[in-house]
C-alpha cells in the first residue's frame, strides 16, 4: 500500500486543483465559484463547454459536483484512479465523481454521521451511472473480509436486478430507471460495508401496460422471453416470441443493439440467487412477469347487452396456472370490474385488465425491492452509520405534463428546497466555526410553491385528495375549478382563466401552470380511471400476489390514500431521512439528446442549468467567498511568493498566511481570515495570486535546479576524489612493493657481487658463478665499443683474470681481421711503395736520426725523370732501363770537392754522371757496401772493390738519403751491405790509400774538409728536436 500511496501522491502534486489554474483559458476553471461572472449562465456554458470539450466532465459548484454526460468510455474509472483519489483531500485533485464519494465517506468515518449523496438530473443524463460508481469505489476501496464480501456482492448485485425489473428502453435513454431509488449503504464502526436498505418511488406502472413508438417495457419481460430456460418458459405457458405479447409490441422495438437481453437475463439469475431468492421466489415471480403478459393477450368482446366477455379463455388457464387463484373467479372478476359485480362495458373492461396488471406489476416490483432489503438487511444491533444513495428523476417538461411529471417536478422542488437550506446552512455553520460574521445571503426561497402544492387543506394534493374521495361524480374539470377557487391567487398558480390575454393562448382548458423554482410547467389534470382489482387478487394463491394485496387494504372503513398523497407522505419521509444526514451533491446533464459523444447542444444544456438550480446555487455560494482554503494548504502552495515564508516558514500557519498576503498585497476586502482557513472573496485576487507563483515557480525550478545539480556535483566530487584517493593508495602501495623488490633484488645482487668478488679467483662455483659471467659479460660489452679502429691502435682493453686468455685470442683476431682488411686496402704502388718502406726500415729503423721523421714522405719513383739524362749518357747506358735518377753531391775523394752530379740507377749498375760523361760506374756485382752515419746527414758512401780499374769508393750527398741507400740496395739486391756508421768511417781513395770522414753534432749543418784532412760533416743534433717534437 505504501508505494501505491507514493504514486499516488505524486500523480496528486500533478494534479492539483490550483495547478490546474494555470491551464484555465483552455480547460476553464474546475469550481465554478472561480468563474469572474459568476451571475453569467453564458459564462457558466462556456466553462462547461471548454472542460467538456477537454474530456473533463466534472466541475464543482464548492462541494456540489456537476457532471456532463461524456456518452463515450474515458477510462477514468479505473481502480488506480480510485486509489489516486483515496484518502485526499478533496480539493487536492481535480473533480471526480470518486472524490464526492471518498470525501463524504471520510467524513462519514472520522464524524461518525450519515450522509447521503443526491444525484438528480434529467433521462440519460447519468444518474444510474453514477450511483453504480460510487457503488463500485466503496466496494473497491473499503475495507472488507470473507464475510463481508457477501453483503458487498449483494449490494452490487441488487442494481442488476432492480435494473431488469425498473429500467426500460425509453426514447432518451436505453436503460432508463422508471423508478426513483434511494439507497442506503450501512458501515460498521471500521468502515466496512455491512449491509443496506432500498426505497423506491413511483415505479413507472402505466409503461406495463403501453410504450410510447420506440420504447420498451420493462427489460424483464424481454430477457424472460429472450433467454428464459425452456422449461420454464413451457410451465409458464410463454412463447420466446416478444411479437406475440401485446404488452411488449406497442413500441415496435422489442430488439435493440445496445441491449444484450441474454448476458442480462444470466447476470439477472445469478444475482437472484446471491440475493437469497428461494426456488419457489423465483418460480413466483416469473409467474406474476408471465401473469402480466397473459393478462395483456386477453381480448374482449361485446355481448348481446354490450357488456365485455372474455373472447379466448387459454390466457385465463395459464393465468390460474401461474398464479393459481381458481379459473371462473378470476374470469369473472375480470369481467365484472371494480366492484365485481355490475357488469363493464368493453371500455372499461380493456381498463380494468390494464389496471390489474399495473396495479400487479407495481406490487411486485415493491415485493422485490423489500425482498432485497431482507437479504441486505444487517441483523447485528450495533451502530451503523449510512451513506444514502439517491438516484431521483431530474425536473421534467414535456409538451404535455401528466400527474406523473406533476409528482417528479414537486419532488425535484423539494429536493431544490433541501438543497438550497443544506447549502445555506453549511455555509452559515462554516462562517461561525471560522468566527467570520454572517452576511445575510439574498436567495429565492421555493418554499412558497412547496406549499402551493404540499400545504394540509389548502395545498394541490389536499385539494386533489378531496375531490377525489368526494362523494358523487368527480371530474377533471371539478377539480380544476375547486383549484382556481382555492389557490388561484398564488403568485405561482395559473389556468387559462386567471391568466392575462397574452399568456391565456399557451393554457389549455383542461391545464394548470406552475411557475417552479426552474420554470414555468403546464399540467393536464386529465386523469386516469382508478379501477380496484384488489378483491380478486387478494385470493391469488402466487405468494407474490397474495403478499402485495392484503385483505387488510378492502376494510371499507380506512379512508384509502390517493396516489399523490401516498407520494407526498413517502417525500416527507424521504425530507426526513435526508435531513437527518450530511449532503454531497451529483448534478448531472445530458449534453445532447442523440446520446453523441462530444457533442456540446447549447439550448439543451442552458435549459438543464436552470432546471437543476445550478445558476442559483453558484449564486449562494458566491455570495459570500469564492474561495476557501485551510491555512497550511495555501501557505504550502502559495508561500514561494514572500521571502518571509519561503522556504520554510517557523510560525503557525495562519500568520504565516497573513505574512504572505501582506507581502502580496490583499486589499482588506478581498480576504478575511477564519479561524483555520483565509477566505478570498473574489476568482480574481486567487487568479493573481496563482499567476504570480506560476511566474515565481519558474525561478524556483531554476534554483532547485541549480541546488540538485550542485548536490549531484558535489557527491559525484567526492565520490571521485574518494576514488582516487583508493586508487593512489593502491598506486603507492604497488610502487612500495615494487620498490621494496627492487631493494630486496639489489641487496641480494650486492650480496651476490661481495661474494662473487670475494670468490672471482676461485674455479666457477655457485658463489661466484653470476659475478664472473657479469664482469664477462660487462667486459665483453663493453670491448665491444673498444674495438681498435686501426692497425696501429695498440690500446686493447684490459681484461679481467677470467678472460685474459679469451681477450688475447680476440686482440689477435681483431688484429688480423683489422690487417686483413688494411692489406686488402692497399693498392699495387702502395704495396711497391710499402716493399720499400720495409726494406729501408730494416736497414736505418733505431740506427739512423731523421729516419722516423721519413717514415711518412713517400718514396718517389725517381727524382729526375729521363729525359734530365743527358742523351749522351742514355745512349751509353743503353740496354740497361733506368729505374732510378736522382741528383748528388759528389766530393772528391782527395780534395773533397763538392761538385754536382746526377746519380742514375740502373737494373744492374749505378751510374755517377756529370753532364753527358759518366764519371763512375758501379756494377752492383761489384758494389762492396754503402755507408752512412747514424746522424741525419745525407752523406752516403758506396764503397767498390781496390782494384785498379776501379777509381775507389764515391762519396755522394743527396737530398733524399733513405730514399736513394733503400733504391740502390733493393736494385743491388743487397740489403745487408749498409752499414751506420758513428762518429768517422774510412774510405778508399785509392789502392792502398784511404781517407777518413768524420761525423759531428754541430749549430750549422755543414761538410767541409778539416785541418786533419778528413771530411768533417756537421748535423745539428736532431734528437733534441724528435724530443721535443715527440713531446709536443
Ligand atoms: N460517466 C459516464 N461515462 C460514460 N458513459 C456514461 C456515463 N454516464 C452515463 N453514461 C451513458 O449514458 C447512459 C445513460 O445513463 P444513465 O442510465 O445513468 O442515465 P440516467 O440519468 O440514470 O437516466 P434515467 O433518468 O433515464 O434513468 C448510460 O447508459 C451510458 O451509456
Ligand atoms: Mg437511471
Known amino acids: 500500500r505504501g508505494s501505491k500511496q507514493d504514486e499516488a501522491g505524486d500523480k496528486r502534486s500533478e494534479l492539483n486543483m490550483e495547478g490546474a489554474l494555470t491551464a484555465r483559458d483552455r480547460v476553464g476553471v474546475q469550481d465554478f465559484v472561480l468563474l469572474d461572472s459568476h451571475t453569467s449562465e453564458t459564462a457558466f456554458l462556456d466553462n462547461l463547454r471548454k472542460r467538456y470539450r477537454e474530456n473533463l466532465i466534472y466541475t464543482y459548484i464548492g462541494t456540489l459536483l456537476v457532471s456532463v454526460n461524456p456518452y463515450k468510455e474515458l477510462g477514468i474509472y479505473s481502480v488506480k484512479q480510485m486509489e489516486i483519489y483515496q484518502g485526499v483531500n478533496f480539493f487536492e485533485l481535480p473533480p471526480h465523481i470518486y472524490a464526492i464519494a471518498d470525501n463524504a465517506y471520510r467524513v462519514m468515518c472520522t464524524e461518525y454521521n450519515n450522509h447521503f449523496i443526491l444525484i438528480s438530473g434529467e433521462s440519460g443524463a447519468g444518474k444510474t451511472e453514477a450511483s453504480k460508481k460510487i457503488l463500485q469505489y466503496f466496494a473497491v476501496t473499503c475495507p472488507t473480509t470473507e464475510q463481508l464480501q457477501i453483503v458487498r456482492d449483494r449490494l452490487l448485485l441488487s442494481n442488476p436486478v432492480l435494473e431488469a425489473f425498473g429500467n426500460a428502453k425509453t426514447l432518451r435513454n436505453d436503460n432508463s430507471s422508471r423508478f426513483g431509488k434511494y439507497m442506503d449503504i450501512q458501515f460498521d464502526f471500521k468502515g466496512a460495508p455491512v449491509g443496506g436498505h432500498i426505497l423506491s418511488y413511483l415505479i413507472e406502472k402505466s409503461r406495463v401496460v403501453h410504450q410510447n413508438q420506440g420504447e420498451r417495457n420493462f427489460h424483464i419481460f424481454y430477457q424472460l422471453l429472450e433467454s428464459g430456460e425452456e422449461d420454464l418458459l413451457r410451465w409458464l405457458g410463454l412463447e420466446p416470441a416478444p411479437q406475440k405479447y401485446m404488452y411488449l409490441i406497442q413500441g415496435r422495438c422489442a430488439k435493440v443493439s445496445s441491449i444484450n437481453d441474454k448476458s442480462d437475463w444470466k447476470t439477472v439469475r445469478k444475482a437472484l440467487s446471491v440475493i437469497d431468492f428461494t426456488d419457489t421466489n423465483i418460480e413466483h415471480l416469473f409467474g406474476v412477469i408471465a401473469s402480466v403478459l397473459h393478462l395483456g393477450n386477453i381480448q374482449y368482446e361485446e355481448d348481446s347487452n354490450g357488456h365485455a366477455i372474455i373472447t379466448n379463455g387459454s390466457q385465463i388457464k395459464w393465468l390460474s396456472k401461474v398464479s393459481p387463484l381458481g379459473r371462473r373467479s378470476f374470469h369473472s372478476d375480470l369481467e365484472a370490474g371494480i366492484e365485481g359485480t355490475s357488469p363493464l362495458n368493453i371500455d372499461l373492461a380493456f381498463c380494468a385488465r390494464d389496471a390489474a396488471a399495473k396495479a400487479i406489476y407495481g406490487r411486485t416490483f415493491t415485493w422485490l425491492v423489500n425482498k432485497i432489503n431482507g437479504s441486505l438487511a444487517n441483523k447485528d444491533l450495533t451502530r451503523k452509520t449510512v451513506i444514502g444513495l439517491l438516484d431521483i428523476y431530474g425536473f421534467e417538461v414535456f409538451d404535455t405534463n401528466s400527474f406523473e411529471q406533476f409528482c417528479i417536478n414537486y419532488c425535484n422542488e423539494k429536493l431544490q428546497q433541501l438543497l438550497i437550506e443544506m447549502t445555506l446552512k453549511a455555509e452559515q455553520e462554516e462562517y461561525e466555526l471560522e468566527g467570520i460574521e454572517w452576511e445575510p445571503i439574498p436567495y429565492f426561497n421555493n418554499k412558497i410553491i412547496c406549499d402551493l402544492v404540499e400545504e394540509k387543506h389548502k395545498g394541490i394534493i389536499s385539494i386533489l385528495d378531496e375531490e377525489c374521495l368526494r362523494p358523487g361524480e368527480a371530474t377533471d374539470l371539478s377539480f380544476l375549478e375547486k383549484l382556481e377557487e382555492k389557490v388561484g391567487d398564488h403568485a405561482h398558480f395559473l389556468t387559462r382563466k386567471l391568466a392575462d390575454q397574452k399568456t391565456r393562448k399557451s393554457i389549455d382548458w383542461v391545464d394548470f401552470r406552475l411557475l417552479h423554482y426552474a420554470g414555468e410547467v403546464t399540467y393536464c389534470v386529465v386523469g386516469e380511471c382508478g379501477l380496484d382489482n384488489k378483491p380478486v387478487l387478494c385470493k391469488s394463491k402466487n405468494g407474490i400476489i397474495k403478499e402485495c394485496f392484503l385483505p387488510l387494504e378492502l376494510d371499507n372503513r380506512r379512508r384509502p390514500e390517493t396516489v399523490a398523497t401516498q407520494f407526498k407522505n413517502s417525500l416527507v419521509s424521504l425530507i426526513e431521512i435526508l435531513m437527518s444526514k450530511e449532503p454531497s451533491y451529483i448534478r448531472c446533464i445530458k449534453p445532447n439528446e442523440g446520446k453523441e459523444p462530444g457533442k456540446f447542444d447549447d439550448v439543451l444544456i442552458r435549459h438543464q442549468v436552470k432546471y437543476l438550480g445550478l445558476m442559483e446555487h453558484l449564486r449562494v455560494r458566491r455570495a459570500g467567498f469564492a474561495y476557501r482554503r485551510k491555512y497550511e494548504v495555501f501557505l504550502q502552495r502559495y508561500k514561494s511568493l ?31 481570515l477564519g479561524r ?108 665491444k665499443d673498444h674495438v681498435p679502429k686501426s692497425v696501429l691502435d695498440q690500446n686493447w682493453l684490459k681484461a679481467p683474470a677470467t678472460l685474459e686468455e679469451t681477450s688475447e685470442l680476440l686482440k689477435k683476431i681483431c688484429m688480423r681481421n683489422l690487417v686483413r682488411k688494411y692489406c686488402q686496402g692497399i693498392t699495387a704502388e702502395k704495396k711497391a711503395q710499402l716493399q720499400q718502406k720495409v726494406i729501408a726500415s730494416a736497414i736505418f729503423r733505431g740506427k739512423k736520426d731523421g729516419y722516423v721523421q721519413s717514415i711518412n714522405q713517400p718514396f718517389a719513383d725517381t727524382r729526375l ?104 740496395c733493393m736494385l743491388a739486391n743487397k740489403q745487408n751491405a749498409v752499414s751506420i756508421v758513428q762518429g768517422s768511417l774510412q774510405f778508399h781513395v785509392s789502392p792502398g790509400k784511404e781517407g777518413t770522414i768524420t761525423f759531428t753534432s754541430g749549430q750549422e749543418p755543414q761538410i767541409y774538409k778539416a785541418k786533419n784532412g778528413h771530411l768533417t760533416v756537421v748535423r745539428p743534433s736532431s734528437r733534441t728536436r724528435v724530443l721535443t717534437f715527440s713531446q709536443r
Open 865 to 968: 725523370s729521363e729525359t734530365d739524362i743527358n742523351p749522351k749518357v742514355l745512349q751509353l747506358i743503353r740496354g740497361e732501363k733506368v729505374k732510378y735518377v736522382t741528383p748528388v753531391v759528389k766530393y772528391d775523394r782527395k780534395g773533397f770537392k763538392a761538385r754536382e752530379r746526377q746519380l742514375v740507377l740502373t737494373q744492374s749498375a749505378a751510374y755517377v754522371v756529370e753532364m753527358a760523361k759518366i764519371k763512375q760506374k758501379i756494377d752492383y756485382a761489384t758494389l762492396k757496401g754503402i755507408s752512412t752515419s747514424n746522424l741525419s746527414d745525407g752523406l752516403l758512401v758506396v764503397h767498390v772493390p781496390e782494384d785498379s780499374k776501379q777509381k775507389g769508393d764515391a762519396i755522394l750527398h743527396c737530398e733524399h738519403i733513405f730514399e736513394t741507400v733503400t733504391k740502390l
Open 676 to 783: 483555520t482557513k483565509i477566505f478570498i472573496r473574489f476568482p480574481r485576487t486567487l487568479f493573481a495570486t496563482e499567476d504570480a507563483f506560476e511566474y515565481s515557480k519558474h525561478l524556483l525550478v531554476t534554483r532547485i535546479q541549480a541546488k540538485y545539480k550542485g548536490c549531484l556535483g558535489k557527491r559525484e566530487y567526492k565520490k571521485q576524489r574518494k576514488a582516487a584517493i583508493k586508487l593512489e593508495a593502491c598506486w603507492r602501495g604497488v610502487l612500495a612493493r615494487k620498490e621494496a623488490k627492487k631493494r630486496m633484488w639489489a641487496v641480494e645482487t650486492i650480496r651476490k657481487f661481495i661474494k662473487g668478488f670475494i670468490n672471482r679467483k676461485n674455479p666457477i662455483c655457485p658463489e661466484n658463478d653470476e659475478f664472473v659471467r657479469f664482469v664477462q659479460y660487462t667486459y665483453l660489452t663493453k670491448l
Open 642 to 672: 514572500c521571502p518571509a515564508t519561503w522556504p520554510h516558514w517557523h510560525g503557525s500557519a495562519s500568520e504565516g498566511v497573513e505574512r504572505l498576503i501582506k507581502h502580496i498585497g490583499y486589499k482588506p476586502e478581498e480576504y478575511k
